[in-house]
């Protein structure tokens, strides 16, 4: 294995600014901080501005349900392999190593980071492409992931979260790798709300958006890097790869401790005393094709797609069309009321001049609601309000891999 180092030269400078308390001008700091209403949550001395911000996430009533939703792996009764708790504190951890030595601010770093995917959906990426599916066919609107984060955190729970944290986790995508990010102009709420609302309404701009932070760049990069090698490793546990896979080197190893350090140390290299966030070419070019593999030899495996397609996809359009329809007709005794609407209306009234969440387009509840379910829950939900019905999740058991 191969372990880079960060150049010695650099490295002594690190040090030396630090020692100097040498700030980074391009560090986003908490006087810039700007809030749909910035007569609250003003920052202290012992809790800054996004000290607040990482706070209000972590009480948010959804974050507790990152720990039973898919990262990649679903229908494994294993509590070995990854969920999306675990992976959002992976991206905080590598973040915020590139942000101590970048000297960022990483009480920013952790916020997005945090937050970032707490709109997910269950079952991972197939349960948002199915959502999305459903969503569109109805609205003509997409779903994505990012964008939902934002509205969890913005819209339904109201909780005042700084524009820098919402852009940073609205363009986390850690699907759109780039070789240099360079912060987009600092912008406003009515900019932010435009941009939001853009990719609603066409899923391709979701591959445009930079974050206006050098911090949202850190933790954007560190999305890919948490889950590159941490993947191959969850897809041994599965048994859907064996010891010798295939992986190719491409120059920054193939498992993952080595791709992380070596990604953060070349980030280091390239990116300390500047506006932007870089790789060498040969890393960036590294990292697609470590990606591409990860896609052909684990995302791509034919066993648990076939149990999407075969079984998931039709779950997921029965519990849309019920609840769609329960909530349509006033059925007040549904779960969409009782253990949804009702719910987000509970916490709704700790803050002032918000509405009532029943008045919200029916979709947009729907959707909002199968969202914030955990995959358990998803399940659980479908028995309920189909005891008879003919689909049923397969689970692997935990001694029964094979």
């Known amino acids: 294995m191969k372990y880079d180092k960060v150049n010695r030269e650099l490295a002594e400078q690190i040090l030396s600014d630090r020692e100097h308390h040498i700030r980074n001008p391009y560090a986003c700091t908490g006087d810039k901080v700007i809030r749909r209403d ?50 959002v504190q992976l991206v ?6 590139i942000g101590t030595a970048l000297n960022l601010n990483n009480d920013l770093i952790e916020a997005i980071a945090l937050g970032h995917d707490i709109g997910h959906t269950p079952f991972g990426h197939a349960g948002e492409r199915m959502l999305s599916r459903l969503y569109h066919g109805n609205t003509g609107r997409y779903f994505n992931h990012n964008v939902h ?49 853009s990719c609603y309404r ?20 560190c999305d890919m890097i948490a889950y590159l090698g941490k993947d191959r490793q969850d897809a041994r546990l599965a048994n859907i790869i064996g010891a010798e896979p295939g992986f190719s080197d491409n120059g920054i190893g193939v498992e ?22 870089r790789l060498d070419e040969e890393y960036y070019d590294a990292i ?7 896609y052909e030899i684990i995302y791509f495996n034919e066993k648990t797609e076939e149990q999407y397609k075969k079984h998931l996809e ?9 609840l769609l329809e329960d909530l349509k007709s006033g059925k007040t005794d549904s779960v969409i009321f009782t253990h949804h609407v009702d719910f987000i209306n509970q ?33 659980d939900l479908y028995d309920h309000l189909f005891p008879k019905g003919k689909n049923m999740i397969q689970y692997i058991p935990y001694f029964n891999i094979n």
């Open 38 to 87: 910035n007569n609250r949550d003003r920052e202290n001395f012992h809790r800054p501005a996004y000290v607040r911000d990482i706070e209000k996430i972590m009480h948010c009533p959804y974050y507790n349900r990152y720990t039973d939703k898919t990262q990649v792996f679903s229908f494994y009764k294993n509590d070995d392999i990854s969920r999306r708790a675990l992976h």
């Open 92 to 97: 905080s951890r590598v973040a915020r190593n």
């Open 149 to 197: 984060s934002v509205r969890v955190l913005d819209r339904l729970f109201s909780r005042n979260i700084s524009l820098q944290t919402l852009d940073g986790i609205l363009c986390h995508n850690g699907e759109f790798e780039k070789q240099e990010y360079i912060p987009k102009q600092e912008i406003g709420f009515r900019l932010f709300d435009d941009i939001v609302e």
């Open 202 to 221: 066409d899923e391709t701009n979701i591959g445009t958006l930079i974050p206006m932070t050098l911090e949202g760049c850190v933790v954007r990069i």
């Open 256 to 277: 993952n401790a080595e791709m992380t350090n070596n990604l953060v140390v070349n980030i280091i290299n390239n990116s300390y005393g500047k506006n932007y966030i």
């Open 288 to 294: 697609k094709k470590a990606k591409k593999e990860n």
């Open 314 to 322: 039709p779950m997921f359009e029965e519990v849309y069309g019920r």
């Open 347 to 379: 916490h709704r009234r700790y803050y002032d001049n918000v509405t009532d969440y029943g008045t919200e387009p029916p979709d947009d509840i729907v959707v909002d609601y199968i969202a914030s379910m955990t995959d358990d829950y998803f399940v």
